[in-house]
């Protein structure tokens, strides 16, 4: 057993804290619960007004000053440094010269090391881990099993969660909110109020933000940019906003696709001939077009028109045209007429589709059903 470097002095503050005294120079310095709370060993250390208790530990050469609170059962050691006006509670550990200061919190399960900080108004939480030169500030928040590392960033009221991964010199600010199991990394920036969530990725040099939705398993990569809360039109249900992996049809018909190709190759264009292509297009095909110019490479589950997806840039849009449809009405024959009004394609397309709906409505009528009288919508 070492040397005992420091004694308890007969100070004792109104919740039973011991001041402690530096027996080789006579220095005084913070407060602890008990020797069990402050090694003897190497150069760890408490000073200033900071208090150490109930079953945390500091050792190593870790240092807790300032009006820094550690206890619980955290530990901090290593060369990291707990100071001014933070808070380590719970079962976390704080190591390898981590820093947590300014009135920021780490609590529950949380992790800090490898020379990551955490401070201002900052919480870490939950299973949470920050590492790897990483920052965590402002009013920021990082909670669940998420994991911040890689020199990554995340601050202003941003909220990193769930399994969310945000490494390799990501920014994530403003009040974004990062969830599920998406990843941000590879220098991507995620701010204002977007959310990214599901399976979502934003990587490369990638930009989500304004009021922006990042969802199923979409990626924003490159340089592509998403911002301003995009509308995506109703063919595609089921999303939030800008991007969504629902298989859907997306209605283009072979005008609006040689107008949309157009634009595609003019996209980088201000002129006024890029301007006037957009009279020609209406509705689904308009937002189409919109969305060419606000992101430079188009997103691949943007556009899909099948469960596997439909994978193409923003030039391949005549691989994108579907016959222009029409309304039929398709009568039923089965114990007095059922009446549906359906689009479709072909007659045959609309006697299918029927059937589906039957069945799916009445399973045992299927069996039952004499005939699909299928006829044109006036």
Known sequence: MSEPKYKLTGIVDETGLYQIQRLSDGVIGGWIGSEANLSHEGNCWVEGNAKVYGNAKVYGDAKVSGNALVYGDAKVYGSAMVYQAASVYGESLIYRGARIFGNSNVFGKANVCDNAWVYDEAWVTDNARVFDSSRVYGDSSVAGNASIFHHANVLGSAI???????????????????????????????????????????LGAGKVSGNSVVCGRSQVAGESNVYNNIPVPSYAPGCEANINETPTMIQVTQADAAVLTEISARRLERSEALTSLFSKLSGNSYWIGRLILDVDTILPSVFRNDGAGLRHTAHSFKELVIPDTREFVVKVLYHGNIVYKITARTVEEASAIAEDLLRKSNPEATNQVDKFDVTPSN
Request: net charge negative; hydrophobic share 45%.
């Open 160 to 202: 990193v969660r769930g399994n969310a991964f945000v490494f390799g010199n990501a920014h994530v600010f403003g009040e974004a909110d990062v969830y599920g199991d998406a990843q941000v990394y590879e220098s991507a920036i995620v701010y204002d109020n977007a959310r990214v969530y599901d399976k979502a990725k934003v």
